[in-house]
């Protein structure tokens, strides 16, 4: 037993001496380079600047003798009681974070240094890894090691986001009181300091109460650490603060995509980060949106398009008005996406053996599920059902929402969310028999990334929306590597897209926009209660259009035929210098003639008939009841590159036969 436990303390010993060498070690590797008294700039596709990404609005970064002291003390309080006492991290802090969280039973309180801060902000993005956390304290410890404490809160104070694209104290005195930061009263220096928290949430400019309660806990705090009396915070709470009003000059033309690209890569100064943005397409969809929907000033909308043949996000809106409120709906705001889901479900029935002319009754029913204990019973919008067999382009075309759930049912629901997973889809979704529906809320994101692989041949590209990044003298330190993955086959997602083309169509829940629309184009509607949704792409661009209340508010009637016309102008006037193109069709694709009612080929003596799109061997192998003699066949089934090369075909066939007459 006594060997056991000396065996023990030497493995704990040991572990102690690694872990406290290796943090030894750690903190002397040098830093990655700072660039203080350069600007680092976002620019666009073409090369242009679109929004600074300064810490002072193109001003030099401040020396702490140019930052009141009752800043430097609001914001320790709040931020940071022990900054000058822990070396990097805040044990005592953390700790108390911890029993507060525990006795909450939520995560109510952070414990996160001002070092730390810096070090996230200096040289990490923001995402949620055990990798990037590692880095954090690495990051931290070097801090710490090699610059001095006045010069890391200096850093930190020129550096920190306070909301409206305001980046440093500088550019938040100008923000919010239009004056220089050495020139901030106390009750000023409190209301700054209690922004960083939550920048949306306690901004003046969006919520002067909000912004008022939490000024009041930055000034308590100050009395807590000593550095004002009671009376001193009295007085400044009182204080009438006079805010900047009017016109407020945004940082950027494209502030949600300007706060995405800044979550994805934190830079130090003097970077220039080359982006996906197309300026000419942000505007369009900025002027879009704004005009076309001025008569309904309480919706929110979102708007994310890009291009499928790489992945590059070319514009980007995250809500109606970035001074009201920052919070991007393109990426966080994950909604039921209705029947904009429905494309997926046929995806995957086609992948599974179904075709265009697949058929089920669309009426009234009832599913079961979980082995007989619970039922669904969806209904078809406006209680409108066709009492027949229909098959899927119909379905598509008129959203049919029993023949989905027949279809989701008959594919295996699993199967639907392994493809929707392979699609780029990664929000929680359950094998239920909704799932046909979209009742699984994901983002504008993620379903323009799943449509751009459709656009693409069936080919996968990550959304991306930096190119790469070069520091102050021009060399490049990043660079953004394409990852396309083929996920779905090619021919499947050109008869899906040639069934999508349909929705805008005569009889199509689209076709009212059809009018705007010079191109073809391919997509899907989507309507719950609470939202709108327009999904659609062309060769070069998928769009998808949002349209609700952030409150889950039931929108109404009017509101849900937003969506489309938004879609279909944005795309018209961003594709204006693109010549029209017709969708691909691979040689795994054929094309042939089918009676409509039937579902088998047509010919002379045939019903109404339609020109159908199949994968090679899946196209039907009888003839409509119509057809008796073989030279009233139909034409023999082809396979062609586009709708052009099939039309030409059908009319020279139609031409020889004319004159053999």
Partial sequence: MRRYWLMTCLGLLLFVGVGVGGTMWAARIPLPAVQEGEASVLLDDSGQVFAPQNVSMRSRPLKMTDVPKSLIDATLAIEDRRFFEHPGFDWRGIARAVKVNISERQKSQGASTITQQLARNLFLSHEKTWRRKGLEAMYTLQLEHQWSKQKILTSYLNRIYYGHGAYGVEAAARTFFDKRARDLTLAESAMIAGIPKGPKYYSPLIDEQQAKNRQQQVLNAMVETGALSPKEAERAANERLSLRRGNLELASSAPYFSDFV?????????????????????????????????????????????????????????????????????????????????????????????????????????????????????????????????????????????????????????????????????????????????????????????????????????????????????????????????VVPSGTAAVLTKMLEGVFAEGGTAHRVAHLLKRPVAGKTGTTNTDAWMVGYTPELVTVVWIGHDQGRQISTSETYMAAPIFATFTERALSHVPPKMFNLPDSVVSVYVEEQSGKLGGEGCGRQRLEHFLKGSEPAEFCAGVTEPEAAPLPSVSLPDEQAIEKSWLEKLRIWWSEE
């Fill in 262 to 486: 800044r979550r994805q890569k934190t830079l130090a100064h003097g970077h220039a980060i080359h982006t996906t943005l197309d300026s000419d397409m942000q505007r369009q969809a900025e002027e879009t949106s704004r005009r076309l929907l001025t008569e309904y000033p309480d919706l929110q909308i979102a708007l994310v398009a890009l291009d499928p043949r790489n992945g590059y996000i070319k514009a980007m809106i995250g809500g109606r008005d970035y001074r009201k409120s920052q919070f991007n709906r393109v990426l966080s705001s994950k909604r039921q996406p209705g029947s904009a889901f429905k494309p997926i479900v046929y995806l995957s029935a086609l992948m599974n053996g179904a075709t265009a002319v697949t058929k089920h009754r669309s009426e009234p029913a009832v599913f079961y599920f979980d082995k007989g204990k619970r039922t669904y019973e969806p209904k078809n919008f406006g209680g409108h059902y066709a009492h027949d067999w229909i098959d899927m382009r119909r379905a598509i075309a008129q959203s049919d929402n029993i023949y989905a759930v027949k279809t989701l049912l008959e594919v295996g629901p699993e199967r639907v969310i392994d493809v929707a997973h392979k699609l780029g889809i990664d929000s929680p979704m359950q094998p239920l028999p909704s799932l046909a529906l979209g009742a699984f809320p994901i983002s504008p994101l993620e379903l323009a990334q799943a449509y751009g692989v459709l656009a693409n041949g069936g080919y996968l590209n990550q959304a991306t929306a930096i190119t790469h990044i070069t520091d102050h003298r021009g060399r490049t330190i990043y660079k953004h590597k394409p990852l396309q993955k083929q």
